[in-house]
């Protein structure tokens, strides 16, 4: 079949996107299903800063490929030996295939899934396909086995999650990254106590869906910090305690200030200076957490004796540490219950040829979460 799609040709184009357009919107060619693969016609695919790391190139990835990762859909049709979805359902994407055989797979740490990274490495599918080519038949490389910023995508049946056909797909798309992310961090990777206090540097969708993670999973205080109003905004909304502007006041001095460091940080800026903030801003014997993915070449240092003697964890934590068939319909069950207000994750819904403008607003902060709907 044919299918439009924002396909990216070479990293590192300057800003404004609105200019320079790296991402091309193109009719593409688009493969049956294969084996143990699935078609989704795409109903909602968010835009996220790991898109934004591999459009400026600091995380680099192979050219040309169809972009997205966070995203909703219906299923189309399925390939042989897909047995648990069907055609009219609902499903959430993960955007790292899970192929449930590995070590990591089978001791329940399936973010780690060992094909599934080879395979995102490479862009393919976990069978190695690449069902997407141009009309002159180059081969199109697949963002993270989802390739979500296309009108219809063909995924292995490992990387899609069934989910309740009542929730809106504009809303569930922020649920395969943002949510399973951010709250995956607090209740997998920290499993912060109730009472705990807790930091928050960095208010993307990833931080403030960790600081409603936070307040849902009974924390106390929680401290939010950013540089830009809007988001601080937020996040007392979503359940922050304390907001600080980080280019206003010294986050780390105000933290000990009022209650001498926090028990957890997270860092979900993916930068190593904000990352050793949160570090001086976790008391001993806590715990900071890293959920942002900075440059690969760029190093974190800390006084290396405040490890021991100060009984400190630093803790990595990607994609929530989730288990997605586990942790995604509790999610969204807690969202029903009105436990996560992820609605206020959601800056405005765009048409796929927006996409160049909107990246701009991701960039320079002005847009939290901004979801492509789809929209004939």
């Known amino acids: 079949m044919l299918t439009r799609a924002a396909v990216l040709h070479e990293m590192q184009r300057p800003t404004p996107y609105a200019i320079s357009k790296p991402l091309v919107i193109e009719e593409l060619n688009l493969a049956d299903p294969g084996p143990g693969e699935v078609l ?6 968010g835009l996220c800063h790991s898109d934004l790391s591999t459009i400026d ?8 490929m169809v972009m997205g990762h966070e995203a909703s859909g219906i299923v189309r049709e399925v390939g042989p030996g897909v047995h ?22 089978a001791t329940g740490r399936p973010a780690l899934c060992e094909p599934g990274a080879a395979a995102n490495t490479a862009g393919t599918l976990l069978s190695g396909r690449r069902p997407f080519s141009s009309i002159s038949g180059q081969e199109i490389n697949h963002h993270l086995g989802v390739a979500a910023f296309a009108e219809h995508t063909v995924v292995a049946q490992e990387s899609l999650i069934k989910i309740d056909s009542q929730l809106p797909l504009s809303t569930a798309a922020l649920f395969g990254c943002a949510v399973m992310t951010g709250v995956g961090a607090v209740v997998n990777t920290a499993k912060i106590e109730p009472g705990s206090s807790v ?10 869906s960790t600081v409603m993670g936070a307040r849902a999973a009974g924390a106390e205080t929680i401290f939010a910090i950013d ?16 907001t600080i502007n980080a280019s206003e006041e010294d986050p780390v001095q105000l933290i000990k200030d009022i209650q001498n460091g926090v028990d957890y940080t997270f860092e979900s800026v993916g930068n190593e200076l904000v990352l050793q ?20 070449g760029k190093m974190f240092s800390v006084p290396a ?13 990607y994609m929530g540490s989730a288990v997605p068939r586990r942790d995604l319909p509790r999610f969204i069950a807690a969202y029903q219950a009105v436990l ?22 991701l960039a320079t902060g002005t847009a939290v979460r901004q979801v492509i709907t789809f929209e004939k």
Not at 199 to 208: H, I, R, T
Not at 227 to 242: F, I
């Open 40 to 45: 989704v016609e795409m109903a909602g695919a």
């Open 199 to 208: 930091a928050v540097f960095g208010l993307g969708g990833v931080g403030l």
């Open 84 to 105: 648990d979805l069907q055609p009219d359902d609902h499903v959430v994407f993960s955007f790292v295939p899970l192929c449930g055989h590995c070590i990591p797979c």
């Open 305 to 317: 004796v405040s490890l021991v003697a100060e009984e400190r964890t630093i803790k990595g934590s």
């Open 340 to 361: 996560f207000p992820v609605d206020k994750l959601l800056t405005s819904t765009i048409q796929l040829a927006e996409i160049n403008e909107a990246f701009d607003a």
């Open 227 to 242: 540089l830009l109003p809007d988001k601080l905004e937020r996040a007392t909304q979503v359940g922050a305690t304390h």
């Open 277 to 296: 903030q949160a570090y001086a801003a976790t008391k001993r014997g806590g715990t900071t957490i890293t959920i942002g993915l900075p440059h690969p």
């Open 57 to 64: 190139g600091s995380r680099p990835r192979v050219m040309p």
